[in-house]
Every structure is written in structure tokens, then in C-alpha cells.
């Protein structure tokens, strides 16, 4: 735990990068983002990049843009900046809640799988909103999995589940916010939002856990400053 984040550590391991990779493609890949509203080269800022897995698409479909990435977490930045020092993106440390950036810096500001690990969402998409161009676009994609479905039934991982989203939320966390996207957005002070609904399945980190499957939704909610 971070100062009002969570960090997740197992991006340190090779097979959960992958397992993240190939569940990024079967999410809809950056379909999240409305690309086609915005006129290349533009400049774009992916907030809570992680290794980089979206900015390495955006780097193929838009070639031409500059693209910045921003965690907070050092080792996500170095094995980005790894991964993709062929590619034309500037990585940056910092923290969500307050970018250090100037106002109205970006065409497309967005994050995914962020704000769950957040507990001061609004000042997020608030800071989201700041560093946006006028007629920019804020985005952000998140989850929604109030219970789990395994099959076949595992007890002992539906208990640690339970404990862990129990704990979660004890210490200030909001867990999935994807249905609450729509009003943090206008809380922020955004207009003309859109939100979406789109359900997905998910599978198991382990090799042993490939039979099991966990059902959820993903909000997705966007903004034209």
C-alpha cells in the first residue's frame, strides 16, 4: 500500500505480464478510447501505465502521436521503458493525484484498471480533467465483479476473495468503480460523458487455475472537455 494507492507487485513476474496481455486483447484492447474523435499527431497521456501494454498499441496506431506514460512505481517505468525504447514515449514518475504537468497539456488523457486501487478517485479524474486540452478527451476504463464464479467451485479461493474485498474496503479503497464512472465523471466537473457497459470473462493466473473462469462488467465512461 501506497500513500492512498495500492501497488500491484506480481507485474514483476513474467507469466502474469502475459496473463495481463492476452486479458487486455480480450477486454477490447484500446477499443476503450474514441481514437477516431481525435486528429493525429496528438498528444497523449496514459496515467497509471503500468509496463506500457496500452501505450504499445497506441505506438502502432498512432505513429505519429507523442505519447507519455506516468506511474508511480518505478519498476513498472523501467520495464516499460524496456519493453518499448524502440518506440517514441516518455515515461514519467509521479502520482495520479497531483500530475506534474501543466493545465491543458493533452488531447487524450485516460487510464484503465487505475482508479479501483485509488481511494481519492474524484481528485484523480479531476487532475485527468486539468492537464486536458479544451475539446480534449478524458477516458477511463474500469471493472465491476461484486461476486465470483468458479467453475469448478473452489471454496478456499471464493473465502480469500471474500476476506480481501472485506479488508479492501477497510482501508479506504472503493474497489471496482466501473459503474460509478458516470457521476465521478460529472462530480469532476466534466461534460458531454459517455458510459458504456461491456462483459467479459476472465481466467486464472496459474497454470493449475486455467479451468476456472470469474465473471465481470467494465465501465467505460469519457469526457470532451
Not at 105 to 127: G, N, P, T
Not at 150 to 156: A, E, I, S
Not at 194 to 217: A, I, K, L, Y
Request: one cysteine or more.
Amino acid at each position: 500500500l501506497g500513500n492512498g494507492y495500492m501497488i500491484y507487485p506480481l507485474l514483476s513476474i513474467d507469466a502474469e505480464r502475459a496473463r495481463l496481455e492476452k486479458q487486455f486483447d480480450l477486454q477490447g484492447g484500446i477499443s476503450f478510447l474514441p481514437i477516431s474523435k481525435i486528429a493525429p499527431p496528438a498528444r497523449v497521456l496514459d496515467v497509471g501505465c503500468g509496463t506500457g501494454v496500452v501505450l504499445r498499441r497506441l505506438a502502432k496506431e498512432w505513429p505519429q502521436a507523442e505519447l507519455h506514460g506516468l506511474d508511480q512505481d518505478a519498476k513498472h517505468l523501467h520495464f516499460a521503458k524496456e519493453q518499448l525504447r524502440e518506440e517514441k514515449i516518455e515515461f514519467h514518475l509521479g502520482e495520479a493525484s497531483s500530475l506534474p504537468f501543466d493545465d491543458l497539456s493533452f488531447d487524450l488523457v485516460y487510464c484503465r484498471l487505475l482508479l479501483w486501487s485509488i481511494k481519492d478517485v474524484l481528485k484523480v479524474i479531476q487532475e485527468m480533467g486539468r492537464v486536458a486540452k479544451a475539446g480534449g478527451i478524458v477516458a477511463a476504463k474500469e471493472g465491476y465483479n461484486p461476486s465470483l464464479l468458479l467453475f469448478p467451485k473452489r471454496p478456499h479461493v471464493e473465502y480469500f476473495y471474500s476476506a480481501f474485498r472485506n479488508w479492501f474496503r477497510s482501508q479506504g479503497f472503493q474497489g471496482g468503480v466501473g459503474p460509478l464512472l458516470y457521476t465521478y465523471f460529472q462530480k469532476a466537473g466534466l461534460t458531454d460523458v459517455q458510459f458504456n457497459v461491456q462483459w467479459c470473462w476472465g481466467s486464472g493466473s496459474m497454470p493449475e487455475h486455467r479451468d476456472q473462469r470469474m465473471d465481470n462488467w467494465l465501465g467505460a465512461a469519457t469526457h470532451v472537455a
